[in-house]
């Protein structure tokens, strides 16, 4: 079936470090990716996404390019901030489905 | 402001004690979902609607009853709640098509003893 990868966290960074999270997909069609990040007690908003093949989705100082012959959408920025600190999640919708598919998060730590 | 809200924020009940949790939004979508957060696992899919009186189960829908009465709510039903329903629950609605961004609710955090 459809499924998201993600590297396990939690993933510690000093202010300013590089930051790379790793995400794979499994889907039988064609998906759209999503990054979609939880900050502390709230629920999810939509970071960036990709809808085809080759898209780079940015967003923040975030960005993550749709790569269909490695099945990657994988999160960067290239300088973390303490405000960054959150959970991010990524995801897949296929066309004709209601539903997201979600990797198990990743929680992001970043300390001054 | 666009937004999907959730009621209540937290709650904690016993065993078999029936509740509801209210979904509500305001931005004329069509459709709306409910998603459970259990740690180590994401974020899964409880029931759908696709619009008004249209509802289909999700990934995990047993113990679990919604409805579509109106286009704006979407409450989900826990008839006789069981520990193992003890979750982050969230309510979503977006626009229809697959790469639309899902708007999602605050959460409710449910604890059943």
């Known amino acids: 079936g459809d499924s998201v990868t993600q590297m396990e966290g939690p993933v510690t960074l000093s202010e300013e470090a590089f930051l790379t999270i790793n995400c794979t997909y499994t889907?039988?069609?064609?998906?759209?990716l999503f990054w979609y990040v939880q900050y502390p007690g709230e629920g999810l908003q939509l970071l960036l996404k990709?809808?085809?093949?080759?898209d780079k989705g940015s967003n923040k100082g975030f960005e993550a390019t749709y790569r269909k012959e490695t099945t990657s959408f994988h999160l960067e920025k290239g300088s973390v901030q303490v405000s960054d600190s959150a959970v991010y999640f990524c995801?897949?919708?296929?066309?004709?489905?209601?539903?997201?598919?979600f990797g198990t998060g990743t929680r992001l730590l970043v300390s001054p | 402001e666009a937004q999907v809200t959730q009621n209540p924020r937290y709650l904690i009940t016993v065993t078999g004690k029936k509740l509801t949790v209210t979904c509500s939004q305001n931005?004329?979508?069509?459709?709306m979902s409910w998603y459970r957060q259990d740690p180590g696992l994401g974020l899964r899919q409880i029931y759908y609607?696709?619009?008004?009186?249209?509802?289909d189960k999700g990934d995990v829908p047993e113990g679990y009853k919604v409805s579509r009465k109106e286009k704006r709510n979407f409450p989900l039903i826990l008839e006789s709640p069981s520990p193992n329903q003890t979750s982050l629950y969230f309510c979503?609605?977006?626009?229809?098509?697959?790469?639309?961004?899902?708007?999602f609710g605050p959460g409710t955090r449910l604890t059943v003893l």
């Open positions: 990709a809808t085809k093949a080759d």
């Open positions: 931005m004329n979508h069509e459709y």
């Open positions: 609607s696709m619009n008004v009186e249209v509802t």
């Open positions: 979503a609605s977006h626009g229809g098509a697959a790469y639309n961004e899902q708007f």
């Open positions: 995801a897949l919708a296929l066309t004709g489905f209601q539903k997201l598919v």
């Open positions: 889907a039988t069609g064609y998906p759209s």
